[in-house]
């Protein structure tokens, strides 16, 4: 990136979650002081980029999430930080959806990155940086709402007595 540039860090939330049972309980609110730090950071940036969405304590194959929010009170922060800079980049990383629709509408650029391992950093930079063009497909299509999801457009979650009915048929899996 060279010496011109000048790198400032801010927390912006608290990404600590403990659950309990096999659904998804809600995340800590967003945490004012935080928040404050990252539009104080912000307002003295030529361009802000936020790293939100989930991380593996609570994206996790043995629990279920109520909603597609954003955890940890992220959209307070993503709104907060855009308000102070309107050339704000939002980096998602997570492996499952989340209701990004008041983020398109603010922001110009949302970079979905996934868990992408030890590398994902200098990945990342390099796209970042347009030194390479991300044009790979997703593998799957995200529900925009959580009535979108075939379990919930199905009327088949939660399911009876811990009985899920797969209605999809064929359809069902990775295709």
């Given at each position: 990136?060279?010496?011109?540039?000048?790198?400032?860090?801010?927390?912006?939330?608290?990404?600590?979650y403990r659950?309990?049972?096999?659904?998804?309980?809600?995340?800590?609110?967003?945490?004012?002081?935080?928040?404050?730090?990252?539009?104080?950071?912000?307002?003295?940036?030529?361009?802000?980029?936020?790293?939100?969405?989930?991380?593996?304590?609570?994206?996790?194959?043995?629990?279920?999430?109520?909603?597609?929010?954003?955890?940890?009170?992220?959209?307070?922060?993503?709104?907060?930080?855009?308000?102070?800079?309107?050339?704000?980049?939002?980096?998602?990383?997570?492996g499952a959806?989340?209701?990004?629709?008041?983020?398109?509408?603010?922001?110009?650029?949302?970079?979905?990155?996934?868990?992408?391992?030890?590398?994902?950093?200098?990945?990342?930079?390099?796209?970042?940086?347009?030194?390479?063009?991300?044009?790979?497909?997703?593998?799957?299509?995200?529900?925009?709402?959580?009535?979108?999801?075939?379990?919930?457009?199905?009327?088949?979650?939660?399911?009876?007595?811990?009985?899920?009915?797969?209605?999809?048929?064929?359809?069902?899996?990775?295709?």
């Amino acid at each position: 990136l060279g010496k011109s540039i000048d790198i400032k860090f801010a927390q912006g939330y608290s990404g600590k979650y403990r659950s309990s049972g096999n659904v998804n309980q809600d995340s800590k609110p967003a945490d004012p002081a935080l928040i404050a730090e990252a539009v104080a950071t912000a307002k003295s940036t030529d361009m802000a980029i936020l790293f939100i969405g989930g991380n593996r304590d609570f994206e996790s194959e043995s629990r279920d999430r109520k909603d597609l929010a954003l955890p940890f009170g992220e959209q307070a922060l993503v709104d907060a930080v855009t308000a102070a800079n309107a050339n704000t980049i939002v980096v998602v990383v997570g492996g499952a959806p989340y209701d990004i629709g008041e983020i398109k509408k603010n922001n110009h650029t949302i970079v979905w990155s996934w868990y992408n391992g030890s590398e994902n950093g200098n990945a990342l930079a390099d796209v970042l940086t347009g030194k390479i063009n991300p044009s790979g497909k997703m593998p799957f299509t995200f529900p925009a709402q959580l009535k979108d999801s075939p379990s919930i457009a199905l009327n088949a979650y939660p399911g009876q007595n811990l009985q899920e009915d797969y209605k999809e048929g064929i359809l069902v899996g990775y295709r």
